[in-house]
T-cell receptor, first 114, second 112 residues
Framework: DADVTQTPRNRITKTGKRIMLECSQT?????MYWYRQDPGLGLRLIYY???????NKGEISDGYSVSRQAQAKFSLSLESAIPNQTALYFC?????????????FGPGTRLLVL | GEDVEQSLFLSVREGDSSVINCTYT??????LYWYKQEPGAGLQLLTY?????DMKQDQRLTVLLNKKDKHLSLRIADTQTGDSAIYFC????????????FGKGTRLSVIA
């Protein structure tokens, strides 16, 4: 079984709709991250959480919100989806050991906003 | 702020060696990483190197680190068509107290 899972794997929605992407992990890691990937732009960090009570904005947080429901769960919401939020979204986790921040990625959610 | 730069494309012939280069900015980065993303998949950790090392070898992969120039490279020997993917370089800035900073990725195309 995968250590980091994302649901749904694919989603089509309309402009203005609220949607939620979910991430679960069984690695026991404290740190979790949400990224989006667009062709030619690499990975851009949306939000990250270093523990259950910690939420931090990343490079491109506008139009997004997150919830860290438990150590194992970190969800990303688009309050009112717009077409330029069409992208591939990845969740990742890391252990947060001193100086070593290896991240482990989920399989991604492909989102299309019409 | 921290930045990681890498070229966007590389094309090599099957059987040749591939060298993917990366430059980073944070001299306090303790670990530097290479991730591989195959089509339609998430990123997988390929290898990493601790900052007090100059080189790390793992089967067909060789990582070279030049701390003075803040330059990291990944060499893939005997490149195969299955190596076609996007390769991301990443640094762990601020001694691991902030998230990894990723480059934009180098798309490696292997020509048979």
């Amino acid at each position: 079984d995968a250590d980091v899972t994302q649901t749904p794997r694919n989603r089509i929605t309309k402009t203005g709709k609220r949607i939620m992407l979910e991430c679960s992990q069984t690695k026991g890691h404290d740190r979790m991250y949400w990224y989006r990937q667009d062709p030619g732009l690499g990975l851009r960090l949306i939000y990250y959480s270093f523990d259950v009570k910690d939420i931090n904005k990343g490079e491109i947080s506008d139009g997004y919100s997150v919830s860290r429901q438990a150590q194992a769960k970190f969800s990303l919401s688009l309050e009112s989806a717009i077409p330029n939020q069409t992208a591939l979204y990845f969740c990742a986790t890391s252990a947060g050991l001193a100086g070593e921040e290896t991240q482990y990625f989920g399989p991604g959610t492909r989102l299309l906003v019409l | 702020g921290e930045d990681v730069e890498q070229s966007l494309f590389l094309s090599v012939r099957e059987g040749d060696s591939s060298v993917i280069n990366c430059t980073y900015t944070d001299s306090s980065s303790t670990y530097l990483y290479w991730y591989k993303q195959e089509p339609g998949a998430g990123l997988q950790l390929l290898t990493y190197i601790f900052s007090n090392m100059d080189m790390k070898q793992d089967q067909r992969l060789t990582v070279l680190l030049n701390k003075k120039d803040k330059h990291l490279s990944l060499r893939i020997a005997d490149t195969q068509t299955g190596d076609s993917a996007i390769y991301f370089c990443a640094e762990s800035p601020n001694s691991g107290n902030t998230p990894l900073v990723f480059g934009k990725g180098t798309r490696l195309s292997v020509i048979a």
